[in-house]
């Protein structure tokens, strides 16, 4: 399944240098607004150790990770739901990505310009939030004034009642906007099980905080990042030094693991992001090995075995006759996949079976 997570905030936080860090691209990354006006996007490897042990207990000729992608939109400003600063267009583009990854600035540094002149990562925050409802207020008018022509339009019973939902949902929807009332939009869209226009402030997020490569480590003395978690709760913040990131993403492995142990860096503070993402939109990774290829299948928490099939290929769904499986802490347990069988571990199911995050499939299927 396509992945997509994207890096938004205003300009001058950090969100390029981020981006290249993830991505080991090299992006502009200059010192003055919309330097990026594209929307980039690259493709990064969800770290998993589990897929590095079945690759060596198979004998794998190669490793196929998870991923995801990764998109960097340019920097929003005030006015950019009324069309400023090519407004209109990168907003267009959110509407794209699954997460959206707030990149706030939380360092001080006089010579990176700054839109307000002062560091305020909450403020920042609240501009971007206030043009993506001002955005969403525009789309749900426009649609609840479609709503009565829609309902004289239709003579099915479902499909007016389907309809009437919507109009409820989106009579909530436009209060809470109006009121100014980003969380109560996510929590009404989260709620409902009606169907409507897809709302850019109905959209799960993290919060990256860009702090000082002299913070790492101690961060929590940040007054940015501590104002950050109370207003959000620290398992939605993220601290990490884009800087930092940046130049550990250019060393080679030996030279990055002895550049973190100086820092006291257990790991790259991307790879929480990385993990945060894939976590935040509620995936989990299920596993197909063999001599040619150890691989790693990220799906929908809660798919059956049938549906996840159809993520390798469309015939391995549609012929699907059952499922031979295990999850890999048993084969790292018996040390092999003889072992494996010795201890009974190994078994089938049918095709209503819920894939459990681990799990390694053999698909027998018929076509």
């Not at 309809?163 to 939009?185: C, F, I, P, R, T």
Request: with cysteine; charged share 25%.
């Amino acid at each position: 399944m396509s992945i997509q997570a994207g890096l938004v905030g205003l300009p001058n936080v950090g969100k390029s240098t981020l981006f290249n860090a993830l991505t080991k691209s090299q992006i502009p990354a200059e010192n003055y607004p919309f330097c990026t006006i594209d929307p980039h996007m690259a493709i990064t490897q969800v770290p998993d150790a589990r897929l590095d042990k079945l690759q060596s207990i198979y004998n794998s000729q190669k490793k196929i990770p998870a991923s995801v992608n990764f998109v960097d939109i340019a920097g929003l400003v005030k006015g950019a739901a009324s069309g400023e600063g090519l407004g209109n267009q990168f907003l267009s583009h959110i509407h794209g990505v699954d997460l959206i990854l707030h990149v706030l600035r939380c360092f001080e540094d006089s010579n990176i310009i700054h839109e307000s002149g002062t560091i305020d990562p909450i403020e920042d925050y609240h501009v971007i939030i206030s043009e993506l409802m001002l955005k969403d207020l525009e789309s749900v008018k426009k649609r609840l004034d479609r709503m009565p022509k829609l309902l004289r339009g239709t003579t099915q019973a479902t499909e007016k009642k389907a309809l009437e939902a919507e109009q409820e949902l989106l009579n909530s929807v436009l209060q809470a906007l109006e009121d100014g009332d980003n969380k109560k939009v996510r929590a009404l869209v989260t709620a409902s099980t009606a169907e409507t226009v897809p709302l850019l402030t109905a959209k799960d997020f993290l919060i990256i905080a860009n702090i000082a490569e002299d913070e790492i480590g101690n961060h929590d003395k940040n007054p940015h990042y501590q104002a950050l978690v109370k207003e959000f709760g620290a398992e939605r913040v993220i601290p990490i030094s884009a800087k930092i990131e940046w130049e550990l993403s250019q060393l080679e492995p030996e030279d990055a693991k002895e550049m973190m142990e100086m820092l006291g860096l257990q790991e790259p503070g991307l790879n929480t992001i990385i993990k945060k993402t894939y976590d935040h939109l509620g995936l989990i990774t299920f596993f197909t090995c063999g001599p040619k290829e150890a691989h790693a299948w990220p799906i929908e928490k809660g798919l059956s075995i049938r549906k996840a099939a159809g993520e390798i290929h469309s015939d391995l769904e549609r012929g699907f006759i059952c499922a031979e499986l295990f999850n890999c802490q048993d084969i790292f347990d018996a040390g092999s996949e003889a072992g494996l069988k010795d201890s009974g571990k190994m078994r089938k199911e049918g095709q209503d079976y819920e894939v459990a995050d681990g799990d390694v499939v053999l698909i027998r299927f018929n076509v």
